[in-house]
């Protein structure tokens, strides 16, 4: 008989065990779910004063980027152009205009990226120029605290975009490279936007503000964002709470003063629409 209670007390606490232990178990689960959704994570390799300060060393390859996001922005070891990701193809808006498929081994030392889930889209008509676009895009913004995908299809009457010549070492600032950028126009496009709204106090890791790169629909032109005037399109926003910032491994990295304030420098490198070579 007291065998049997024993018995009896032992398979309850063992329930209770088990109980809790399941709970503390879905209690974690769910934690881990609310904590990193992999679709509304930020990724992005190295910091953009490391760029800006001449560190255009490969990183990591598009490959490996792509399990990362299927949207973005960036550029290519030894400064080899812009990077555009849309709808998972990495693609490379080279020096001379052209636009190919950045093959999976081809590494990045800059980039940022995200899987790409539309929050909110507006259709927007007759846009004049990158400032009224900008304000726009101010307006669907909720929380400019926050980092926000963005994403615009359209038709544009008008596009300038540069890009970056590939570099050899020792590697010049950015600034200095983007003195002789080469500028592409275009016009009356089909095309895409992609990029980011990053929030003010990502100054020295990302571009504060909107950063942007735009490709053509049919993938022949490209480069990063320097005007525009949109004829009529859908813009899509992605508010992403998370942010994942994989730093190089590299001696370069470890060795770079990253305490200069490089603020007026990037403005200079991100709107500069001036450019040492003007192709049509
Ligand atoms: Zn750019």
């Known amino acids: 008989m007291r065998k049997c209670l024993y018995r009896m007390i032992a398979a309850v606490l063992l329930a209770a065990l088990l109980a809790l232990a399941g709970c503390a178990q879905a209690g974690k689960d769910k934690k881990l779910k609310e904590a990193s959704p992999p679709e509304d994570t930020v990724f992005q390799v190295s910091t953009i004063n490391a760029l800006l300060q001449g560190l255009y060393d490969g990183e990591m390859t598009c490959g490996e980027l792509k399990k990362h996001g299927d949207l973005g922005i960036g550029t290519f070891d030894g400064l080899d152009g812009e990077m555009i990701m ?24 800059f980039a940022a990226v995200t899987f790409f889930r539309s929050d909110q889209a507006q ?99 490209g480069g990063h964002l320097l005007e525009c005037s949109l004829q009529e399109g859908e813009i899509q926003m992605d508010e992403t709470r998370e942010f994942y910032l994989m730093l190089p491994a590299g001696s370069d990295f470890a060795m770079a003063d990253l305490t200069t304030d490089r603020a007026e420098e990037l403005n200079e490198v991100e709107n500069s629409i001036s450019g040492g070579k003007r192709i049509e």
């Open 123 to 221: 259709q927007v008509k007759e846009v004049a120029d990158y400032s009224q676009l900008q304000r726009l895009l101010d307006g669907l913004i909720a929380n400019r605290n926050m980092f926000y995908a963005i994403r615009i299809d359209g038709t544009f009457s008008y596009v300038k975009t540069r890009s970056v010549p590939e570099q050899a070492k020792p590697y010049p600032p950015l600034v200095e490279v983007t003195k002789n950028q080469p500028v592409f126009e275009m016009r009356n496009v089909r095309g895409t936007v992609a990029g980011f709204y990053c929030p003010p106090y990502v100054e020295g890791f990302n571009v504060p503000g909107y950063h942007l790169h735009f490709v053509t629909e049919d993938h022949q032109q």
């Open 86 to 109: 849309v709808d998972g193809s990495v693609l490379q808006v080279k020096a001379d205009g052209k636009v190919l498929p950045a093959p999976d081994g081809e590494k990045t030392p």
